[in-house]
């Protein structure tokens, strides 16, 4: 009865044996995926930062951009104006020529 109890013990530490080791690959596998993860976290988090960045300075770019297409548009309105005097005063002296 002692050695079919032993050879019992011996059998369920050998499962146990069997069992811990598929547990330690997979553990082991479960550790470089979460590794992979963090990785790429990483590699995302930092391109997250640089299109940011990127971001604000395209924005700057635009108000930059804007602000010149402003000052551009009050100087052709100025020099419409201008043009329009101009054509005034030319229509004016055709008038007093004639």
Do not use: F
């Not at 596998?29 to 990127?54: F, H, Q």
């Not at 402003?70 to 100025?78: F, M, N």
Request: positive net charge; glycine residues 4%.
């Amino acid at each position: 009865m002692v050695k079919k109890d032993k050879k019992a013990i011996d059998q369920a530490l050998n499962d146990i044996k069997k069992e811990l080791n598929i547990l330690k690959k997979d553990k082991g596998g479960v550790e470089k995926k979460l590794g992979d993860l963090k990785t790429s976290l990483a590699y995302t988090r930092d391109r997250e930062v640089e299109l940011r960045n990127k971001i604000s300075e395209l924005i700057s770019r635009e108000t930059k951009l804007n602000e010149n297409k402003d000052r551009v548009q009050t100087q052709l309105e100025a020099l419409n104006d201008k043009l329009e005097k101009v054509k005034k005063i030319s229509e004016e002296l055709k008038d007093v020529e004639e």
